[in-house]
Each structure stands twice: as structure tokens, then as C-alpha cells.
């Protein structure tokens, strides 16, 4: 059974940072691609983030050079590096395993809320 928790969420001042964490088990997961996704009010949630088995990184524009994703194979965790956060990084941030275009492997989670006060 897959299980996975997103955590490390919270409240930060503009320009802090905070790490996420999405620890998964049930999965082979050392061979999958990963990526951190999120969901601001009104908005459609966007895949913000992405790592390929082979270490391979992509990031949207809005967050390069800001946040940083990596993952550790033995413990199952993908983790989001946020640096100089914005007001508008304000989302609730989700893991997952994309697919293909906007599909995604596993049913989304329950996610965490990041929220930057100005």
C-alpha cells in the first residue's frame, strides 16, 4: 500500500526559508521520478519542482534559483529546499510522482501549507 506525508510546512517572514519533506513507502522508489507541486488560493495547482532517478532537476521559472529539490533513495524522501520566500510562494505544496504532462502517478495527499507574511 503507498503511503506518503508531506510536512515542513508553516509560517515565515518574506526571505526565510523552510524544507519540505515527502516520505514515501509501498513504492519502489530509488527508480521513479518525483516532483513538488502547489496550489495557491484560486489558482490551479502547478507542478513547481522535479527530480528524475538520475539525479536530473527542473524547476519553474518562479522558483529557480530559489528552491532546491533532492532526494534520498534509502530513506524514500524527496525534500524541497525553500530560500528567499516570497508573499507569493503562499501555497499549499504537494508531492508526487509525475507521469506524463499533468498526470501523476499516486492520489494526491493531504499536502502542507507554506504560508510567507510581507
Known amino acids: 500500500q503507498v503511503q506518503f506525508v508531506e510536512s515542513g510546512g508553516g509560517l515565515v517572514q518574506a526571505g526565510g526559508s523552510l524544507r519540505l519533506s515527502c516520505a514515501f513507502s509501498g513504492i519502489t522508489f530509488s527508480s521513479q521520478p518525483f516532483g513538488w507541486y502547489r496550489q495557491a488560493p484560486g489558482k490551479q495547482r502547478e507542478l513547481i519542482a522535479s527530480i528524475t532517478s538520475d539525479l536530473t532537476t527542473n524547476y519553474k521559472d518562479a522558483v529557480k534559483g530559489r528552491f532546491t529539490i533532492s532526494r534520498d533513495n534509502a530513506k524514500g524522501t524527496v525534500y524541497l529546499q525553500m530560500s528567499s520566500l516570497k508573499p507569493e510562494d503562499t501555497a499549499v505544496y504537494y508531492c508526487?510522482?509525475?507521469?506524463?504532462?499533468?498526470?501523476?502517478?499516486?492520489?494526491w495527499g493531504q499536502g502542507t501549507q507554506v504560508t510567507v507574511s510581507s
Open positions: 508526487n510522482a509525475p507521469v506524463a504532462a499533468s498526470l501523476v502517478r499516486y492520489t
